[in-house]
């Protein structure tokens, strides 16, 4: 197992934007209609940069093995390799041991693990979980099958209707029988930017663990789960400039040692009888069968990239950007803004509608000028039913985008409403 003492040094770089473009060679592409690609769904997904790209082709081209198995040379290499993003993700998320380390899918698949291998062993019927109504469907949906199967009992910390969470109820939300408080950090759907303090302070005064989606935080932000205090964290890899299928669960060491396996197979025991079997130790109980081992070395690389341009730097940047987008596409005749009014508690994320315009209409005009934004729900519905709106449009910025780009946006939408015939 690699150490993150024995981790090679990322050398910090200025917060070069042109430069940073120039990583990305897929924001150089044009769309169908041949108007320059801005893309603006980086909450969807992120672009990849050359240096991700390279280390998916040096691996399969250089060590491509199974992992934990041989002794040749490859696969000690990939063995190897994989540890390395291990401990590289570790460091990055401020975790004190790579072994809390676990590699899932994406961040479904970590709150599903928990949700198996925590929850079902240790909650009974009575036990409450709270979650809040600014939650992604994937921190929304495990936990109300657990209910229907379990009997466990399902709180929301409701939404105020500028998109932050009523802080005043979560005293009397999460209570002594509350097990275990699983919340965002930051909503896809709004970008309202969670304080988890106020909620980490609660649920720790009740005794109730705290499991972070970090879908939203960990690619934008500085994130250390010890200053957070919490004890689980969920978030994608393809968020944050890695490829798609691969994510990571970090849980307390304690926590992960006392829960049962998710899936059982290869790699995730120690022996195995006819009759019965034993569990390998964390992190590999977890990762049964032969993992994404490219990917996760591409992950590697990518927390190399953020960590280089400096997780601060990402949330001036994005701060700066989403400032701009608020001031820009509140001049739009027609346009209102969802959530919270100022760019300091919000993430690099502005949901919008556009006055008598469905946003599906939205969308497919701004993609015809090169816009690429999401339309839709979201996977967060409970946020648009409190809204009662059906959809909303949403720009997401990322470490890429600029001014220049928002200005598109913008110009995009003063066009789409005379399109439609909205009143000035
Ligand atoms: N949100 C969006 O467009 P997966 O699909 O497992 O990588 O991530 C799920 C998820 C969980 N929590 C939050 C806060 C999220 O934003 C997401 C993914 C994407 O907003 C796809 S729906």
Redesign the pocket.
């Given at each position: 197992m690699t150490s993150i003492a024995g981790l090679p040094r990322v050398e910090h770089l200025p917060y070069d934007i042109a430069r940073i473009r120039r990583d990305f060679p897929i924001l150089k592409r044009e769309v169908a209609s041949g108007a320059q690609l801005v893309y603006l769904?980086n909450?969807?997904?992120s672009q990849r940069p050359v240096q991700v790209l390279a280390e998916i082709t040096r691996f399969y081209r250089d060590h491509n093995a199974n992992i934990h198995r041989g002794v040749h040379t490859l696969s000690v290499e990939a063995t190897e390799l994989y540890e390395q993003a291990r401990a590289k993700v570790a460091r990055f998320i401020g975790a004190s041991d790579p072994r809390e380390i676990i590699f899932t899918?994406?961040?479904?698949?970590?709150?599903n693990l928990v949700a198996h291998s925590w929850a079902r062993k240790f909650l009974k019927a009575g036990d409450e979980v709270v979650v809040s109504e600014i939650?992604?469907?994937?921190?929304i949906v495990p936990w109300q099958m657990l209910r229907d199967e379990r009997g466990i009992v399902l709180k929301y910390i409701p939404m105020l209707p500028d998109g932050t969470l009523d802080l005043d109820a979560v005293q009397s939300i999460i209570t002594e029988r509350t097990r275990l408080v699983a919340i965002?950090?930051?909503?896809?759907?709004l970008g309202t930017i969670v304080p988890l303090d106020v909620i980490v302070a609660r649920a720790k005064a009740v005794g109730a663990l705290v499991l972070v989606?970090?879908?939203?935080s960990v690619p934008h932000m500085p994130v250390d789960v010890q200053a957070l205090d919490v004890d689980f964290l969920?978030?994608?890899g393809?968020?944050m400039l890695a490829p798609?299928g691969i994510?990571v669960l970090w849980g307390r060491m304690a926590l992960l040692e006392s829960m049962d396996p998710f899936m059982g197979g290869g790699d995730m025991i120690l022996t195995v009888s006819m009759e019965q079997s034993t569990w390998a130790d964390v992190p590999a109980k977890f990762e049964a069968g032969t993992p994404n081992v490219g990917d996760a070395v591409a992950l590697g690389a990518a927390v190399d990239y953020l960590s280089a341009l400096g997780m601060d730097e990402v949330r001036r940047h994005e701060r700066e950007i989403t400032d701009y987008a608020l001031r820009r596409l509140a001049d739009v005749p027609g346009v209102s803004i969802f959530g919270v009014p100022d760019a300091e508690h919000r993430g690099g994320v502005v949901s919008f509608e556009l006055e008598g315009v469905h946003p599906h209409d939205i969308g497919q005009v701004l993609d015809t000028k090169g816009v690429a934004i999401?339309t839709g729900h979201?996977?967060?519905q409970p946020v648009m039913l409190a809204l009662n709106v059906p959809a909303t449009a949403?720009a997401?910025f990322y470490i890429y985008n600029t001014t220049a780009e928002v200005d598109a946006l913008a110009s995009g939408l003063e066009e789409v409403g005379r399109f439609f015939g909205v009143r000035k």
């Open positions: 769904d909450a969807a997904t899918r994406n961040t479904t698949e970590a709150i939650e992604h469907h994937s921190n965002t950090a930051m909503s896809n759907a989606d970090g879908a939203q969920a978030f994608s393809h968020k798609f994510g999401r979201h996977c967060a949403r997401s």
